[in-house]
């Protein structure tokens, strides 16, 4: 399973972003993509593209977590969100491995890695990668996103940081990490 | 000269063995012993080792400032606000402005502290400990206004909470406080008798409205009675698109 995090300011400004893999099952944390290298812009496109979804879903449900809200069905891609209350939104990309491996060992950049996390993933079964939309996932995510959403709070609160700035801290960035490990 | 030397007291790692006279013995001997990870290029931490993040946001929960204090600092405020200004708008409008980002950050704050404690502060808007939900109606958001904003900020709530009777503007709505906390010691000039500082107030709720997606304009007004002689009353005027998606909500039966 692979990640992509992005947290977007009220006024559509990529403020934090940040791709990483599964901890779970063996994975080593490192985010592998079925996109070429040259392809990661894919990422953001896919998660930018859920926008119009949030926000029609953010004034029929006044839940913070608003749980999986859109997939993109070429990539295989499920987009889940959090809403913090003035407004910042956290995006949750997540790709699930491909299940037929033979595709993986195809030109990709980690071509011999992806191979062998992928089994690993695949062995246990009742792992959160086997099922990006059950109500196990939905329960990680909303975790990472609690967390992830303690260390904004924190941010936010800072006298030095204005709403809208770009989130450079790396203790921020460690925080985050360190969430996803934990939970996904 | 005050500047460095603070610096060096923030920035513990090489100095903390120079500064005996502290009683935190055991907090600057951490950093001697352990073979701390080298701190990341060009990030200042501070001497307790203690970022932000490592800090918990629910600790001052119950803890109050000194009013003095607080009356010392706002009082700068306003003659801060105050300088080079063109009339008592301006400096309202000033006021209104430093309130503005402090609503934006209560609005986190007061969200994360109600979802961690599970106490129900924000009883009045949701139901039991579920975490809160956001504000989605102006009358759910004017609540959370008048109620937990209010007790966070003053250790009550409003006083009173009122929609505009007129059928001109049925977009405002006030909400009235008989002695804000923020003119107890201040005495405006007979001249200024329009202004109001309690603009910093407004512009707090500013920020609480404009956060949770409602554009609104606050004002702050004198409104005193006999019995309040400080009686202000917040006026909020929501916006064209809050006031239609108010329409669109209702029909759809959104609470």
Known sequence: ?184 | MAAPSRHSAMLSVSNSTGTPQSGSSDKTQIPQQSSTPQPIQGLRVPSNRKTIYDRHLNRSRNAELSRASFAYLFAEMVTYAQRRVTGIQDLEKRLNEQGYPLGLRLLDLLFYRTTTTSSSALSSSSTSSSPPNRPLRILTLLHLIHGPLWRLLFGRSADALEHSVSPDTPNEYMITDNDPLVNTYISVPREMNQLNCAAFVAGIIEGVCDGCGFEAKVSAHNQPTEMWPSRTVFLLGFGESVMEREKVLERAGIK
């Open chain 1, 1 to 184: 399973m692979s990640y992509y995090f992005t947290i977007l300011s009220p006024t559509d400004t990529p403020i934090f972003n940040i791709a990483f893999g599964t901890s779970k099952g063996g994975g080593d944390g490192i985010a592998r993509f079925r996109f070429p290298d040259t392809a990661q812009y894919m990422n953001q496109f896919i998660i930018h593209s859920s926008l119009d979804i949030l926000e029609e879903a953010q004034w029929t449900n006044g839940g913070m977590y608003l749980k999986h809200i859109d997939t993109y069905p070429p990539a295989a891609a499920y987009i889940s969100a959090f809403l913090t209350p003035s407004g910042a939104r956290f995006l949750l990309l997540h790709q699930p491995p491909l299940v037929p491996n033979p595709a993986s060992s195809s030109g990709l950049g980690s071509s011999s890695l992806l191979g062998s996390s992928g089994n690993t993933v695949r062995g246990s079964s009742s792992t959160i990668a086997t099922n990006p939309t059950g109500p196990q996932t939905e329960e990680a995510v909303r975790q990472f996103m609690n967390e992830v959403y303690e260390s904004y709070v924190k941010t936010a609160m800072s006298p030095f940081y204005k709403q809208g700035m770009e989130i450079c801290s790396p203790v921020f960035r460690t925080r985050v990490t360190a969430a996803g490990k934990k939970w996904l």
